[in-house]
């Protein structure tokens, strides 16, 4: 693919950064438009959107060091400089936006869940077009695919700035989970509508959790491990969400037939 979208003179523009780019603009303006929908102002939104943007990638790089050890990232400059372009562990970054949001629902005075509702379809969007990202610099690859759909990398940069295997046919990872993230922004627009509080977020935590762990199967990158177990640090992390997520569905449903009880 193509890691580096533009390279004129020392100046290069990476594939990555711009598509991160790209869906942060998408998903802040998604967001933007949803928020009256429910109750909240569309610069409330916008001015904790791009907070919980940049907590995200904090959480992102956090947990990247986590997963793949600080000896390399904080041991040379280089090693620093590659953790700055890195963009992390999307799961690191979904955990940092939410820490972050419980602590700004609470300074602007807006209902976390009627936030979570209004933002869920603009998390799922920018991660489908951040896999996309992922796809033309290399990242994030799959295991070795005999399938006719497989793809091969080939420009030395990728390698060289990721790891990918160059010229080894590999299952397109980033292509199985940005066609399900984008089926998933379609789902939850719908599900979500006339719904009770919380369930949007819900199916956007319980689809995108089933879809990461079923990803994961065919990812042949090193992630890291649950000890003790086969499971990859996302998979673990997918089954912890989709438990959340299963927890915000139920309590909304028993919510709402608590009236009808009375």
Not at 47 to 63: N, P, V
Not at 159 to 183: D, F, K, S
Request: glycine share 14%; charged share 15%; with cysteine.
């Amino acid at each position: 693919m193509h890691p580096e979208l533009l390279h004129l003179g020392p100046i290069v523009l990476p594939s990555y950064g711009a598509a991160l780019g790209l869906a942060f603009v998408l998903g802040i303006l998604l967001l933007r438009r949803r928020a009256p929908e429910y109750g909240i102002d569309r610069e409330t939104a916008v001015d904790m959107g791009i907070w919980l943007i940049l907590s995200g990638l904090l959480g992102a790089k956090l947990l990247l060091l986590v997963v793949e050890g600080p000896a390399y990232y904080l041991g040379s400059f280089r090693g620093l400089l590659e953790l700055f372009r890195a963009g992390g562990v999307f799961y690191g970054g979904l955990l940092g936006a939410l820490v972050a949001a419980v602590f700004f629902v609470k300074v602007k005075k807006v209902p976390f869940l009627a936030f979570a509702d209004a933002a869920a379809p603009a998390v799922a969007l920018g991660q489908a077009i951040g896999r996309i990202g992922c796809l033309a610099a290399g990242c994030c690859w799959g295991g070795q695919c005999t399938k006719p759909w497989a793809i091969t990398f080939s420009d030395p940069k990728a390698g060289e700035n990721v790891g990918v295997p160059i010229g080894v046919p590999l299952h397109p990872t980033q292509i199985y989970e940005a066609l399900g993230l984008l089926a998933l922004v379609g789902l939850v627009l719908w599900f979500g509508k006339g719904r009770v509080p919380g369930r949007t977020f819900s199916v956007y935590l319980v689809g995108a959790a089933i879809l990461r762990f079923v990803v994961e199967l065919f990812r042949g990158d090193p992630r890291g491990t649950v000890p003790g177990t086969d499971l990859s640090t996302s998979q673990g992390i997918a089954i912890a969400l989709f438990v959340l997520g299963v927890g915000i569905v139920l309590a909304g449903r028993k919510k709402a037939d608590a009236p009808a009880e009375a």
